[in-house]
């Protein structure tokens, strides 16, 4: 299986500052037929199911604030919440799917306010 | 809108069938664009991938489970089912039914969206 490994497992930041969560696959998720990177990014709140925020490691999900963005390719890829906003406070995971290996997510990134 | 919803009982006891269902509302079980998926999350943990079935047969299990999995579709009524045998304490977690991407250049299942608001299901004696 591929694992997905997740830093910082939590991070504080002030309001309106940048935080950066970083995910790093065991193998490369970079499918080479149609070049694009097999990996999601989510949100969750306590209480809540996990929200959709980016796929293809960069494309932003419909909806999504522009202050949300990801980058990275074949076995290194962030998130990048460009200015903290006090309703950005929850857990976020990495995921990827490129089969036909098992899907997995990364353990999780807790985000507060510093 | 896309809605779904996870139904099934609370407390199962060990050794025995866990039994889940997700009833989708505002789209279609037999869609070709997409999967239909089950994840869990243990209690204070993160997130681990059951299986994905598609409308055209294909059905993917987490190797980690599969001897114990089984993901039925009954497409008259556009529900999902999950059925997990020989059950222990370290199956209590919320389970969450979700839509998955089709990925056309793999065949396989992609990312998760919507889930399901999840339904938690505890194991005990």
Redesign the interface.
Known sequence: ?IVMTQSPDSLAVSLGERATINCKSSQSVL?S??N?N?L?W?QQKPG?????LI?WASTR?SGVPDRFSGSGSGTDFTLTISSLQAEDVAVY?C?H?Y??H???????TKVEIK | QLQLQESGPGLVKPSETLSLTCSVSGGSISSSSHYWGWIRQPPGK????IG?FHYSGKI?Y???LKSRVTILVDMSKNQLSLKLSSVTAADTAVY?C?RE?Y?F??????????????TQVTVSS
Do not use: C, I, R, V
């Open positions: 299986d499918y037929s149609n694009k097999y999601a989510y809540q199911p996990p929200k959709l796929y999900e995971y995921h799917y089969s036909p098992a899907l997995t997510f990364g353990g999780g | 993160g997130l681990e991938w994905s993917h987490n190797p980690s969450y979700g991407y990925d250049w793999s065949g396989y299942p992609g990312w998760f969206d919507p889930w399901g608001q999840g």
